[in-house]
């Protein structure tokens, strides 16, 4: 079975500028979570989807960023306009029903704010 | 959810089992044992999880001790590739709660 994918693995891009994560669950996993990872704050929660409806956002850092789920298969995390401060390493994970189940974590995108 | 103590990092010869330990003594009854390890520029890889009986799937087995206070992981055969930051997590599994706390972990070196 193929895990969480991420895309892109990396991206560079100047202050101002928009930026799309995207992300591919797991086939049949009903739960989808985004985190960010960082050097001086770890690994963050920023918000995650239960059949594909945001069920707590609380870990979103600003009205800069906007997380969607369209579909059982596709989320987009979105920093508009992004930030020096919003580099990081960006995570999806999913899990399947059952709330024992481990969540399964993507590659994660690079992202560089420049 | 309760808090884990593991060591900072440890050593392990290549083709020896690994066994790494996590101090979570203020755990409750519906808090399942987690393991994670993060291989550098990846990301958190699920390894096993436990509620009170030993488990072992094709990575590693799973050590809870009866009063469910510690627990071990334990990787068999360790290979070069098991060169990671190991991860114990617990967590209560009801809905809402989500989090999965990553601590400081134990960084595992594979020594050749």
């Known amino acids: 079975d193929a895990g969480v994918i991420q895309s892109p693995r990396h991206e560079v891009t100047e202050m101002g500028q928009e930026v799309t994560l995207r992300c591919k669950p797991i086939?049949?996993?009903?739960?989808l979570f985004w985190y960010r990872q960082t050097m001086m704050r770890g690994l963050e929660l920023l918000i995650y989807f239960n059949n594909n409806v945001p069920i707590d956002d609380s870990g979103m850092p600003e009205d800069r960023f906007s997380a969607k789920m369209p579909n059982a298969s596709f989320s987009t995390l979105k920093i508009q306009p992004s930030e020096p401060r919003d580099s990081a390493v960006y995570f999806c994970?999913?899990?399947?029903?059952?709330?024992?189940?481990?969540?399964?974590f993507g590659d994660g995108t690079r992202l560089s704010i420049l | 959810d309760a808090k884990t103590t593991q060591p900072t990092s440890m050593d392990c010869a290549e083709g020896r089992a690994a066994n790494l330990p996590c101090n979570h003594s203020?755990?409750?009854?519906?808090?399942?044992v987690y393991w994670y390890r993060q291989i550098h520029s990846q990301g958190p890889q699920y390894i096993i999880h436990?509620?009170?009986n030993n488990e072992t799937n094709e990575m590693a087995s799973l050590i809870i001790t009866e009063d469910r206070k510690s627990s071990t992981l334990i990787l068999p055969h360790a290979t070069l590739r098991d060169t990671a930051v190991y991860y114990c997590?617990?967590?209560?599994?009801?809905?809402?709660?989500?989090?999965?706390?990553f601590g400081t972990g134990t960084r595992l070196t594979i020594i050749p």
């Open positions: 994970a999913s899990r399947g029903q059952g709330d024992y189940q481990p969540q399964h």
């Open positions: 086939s049949g996993h009903d739960y």
């Open positions: 436990g509620l009170k």
């Open positions: 203020t755990i409750s009854g519906n808090e399942y």
């Open positions: 997590i617990v967590r209560v599994t009801n809905f809402g709660n989500e989090k999965l706390t």
